[in-house]
């Protein structure tokens, strides 16, 4: 059944299939949710940081700031090349960079976090949703090989 209203329309997610790093848990399950409730097919890719340090010696490396940041990278440099590759078969590669979610920190912590924050503060865990549904929508179907950082404007700051 087709919708009439024009934004349910461009923002739907039928017919959409959207990779979720990180969607086993909190922000990224949240967004997968909202995901499914669009319409979209969704696989969720998650990691265990306990696998990680059982082939690793602790001695060597700080396993989760380490892999965290080449992993991250690496999922930067794959969008670009899914987006130019894929691009002809009509499909569109784009990844969002998150800032920090507040989920019950230590206040010490918060307080010096969010002095780094123009804003002044760390996402809330429903933030991104909005975001990310327009990225897969047809509301964006020009958008392609596109890195978007939702972070407050933490990502500007020259220090």
Known sequence: M????????????????????????????EIARAF???????????RSESVIKEGVDDRLQNVKLVTYSVVKTG???????????????????NAMCPGGVENGQPDDFLEEVNKRIPMGRMASSDEYQGTLLWMLSDASSYLNGVIVPVEGGSNRLVV
């Open 2 to 29: 087709q919708s009439n209203n024009y934004l349910e329309s461009i923002f739907s997610l039928k017919n959409k299939t959207a990779i979720i790093t990180g969607g086993s848990e909190g922000t990224g399950a």
């Open 36 to 46: 499914i409730k669009a319409g979209a097919n969704v696989a969720c890719i998650s």
């Open 75 to 93: 999922l930067i440099g794959l969008t670009r090349y899914l987006a130019t590759y894929w691009a002809d078969k009509n499909v569109r590669c």
